[in-house]
Nanobody, 115 residues
């Protein structure tokens, strides 16, 4: 079955960096686009970045120039490198894949940006 497992979250000071990972299994990873979403307390889940099967990546305006999404098809893993973190980046970050019309989510990893 499809599984997405996020890791790498934590507490970081403003201006700091974190790298999130999402390990995928149960499908042919290299054939599908992958996305990162986040959900802050009291807010709706929002799209952060998407990378296509061909590694073209698009970003939300709020993270452009600070976040970099990448994928390693040899490890069936996507990454989100987050630099210059701000308190408003605090959220649970989720990995997502849409496979044959079904949307799959990981359990998320908490990122807290605070001094």
């Amino acid at each position: 079955q499809v599984q997405l497992v996020e890791s790498g979250g934590g507490l970081v000071q403003p201006g700091g960096s974190l790298r999130l990972s999402c390990a995928a299994s149960g499908f042919t990873f290299s054939m599908y686009a992958m996305s990162w979403y986040r959900q802050a307390p009291g807010k709706e889940r929002e799209l952060v970045a998407t990378t296509s099967a061909g590694s073209r990546t698009d970003y939300a305006d709020s993270v452009k120039g600070r976040f970099t999404m990448s994928r390693d098809n040899t490890r069936d893993t996507v990454y989100l490198l987050m630099n210059s973190l701000k308190p408003e980046d605090t959220a649970v970050y989720y990995c997502n894949a849409i496979i044959t019309g079904l949307s799959y989510w990981g359990r998320g990893t908490q990122v807290t940006v605070s001094s």
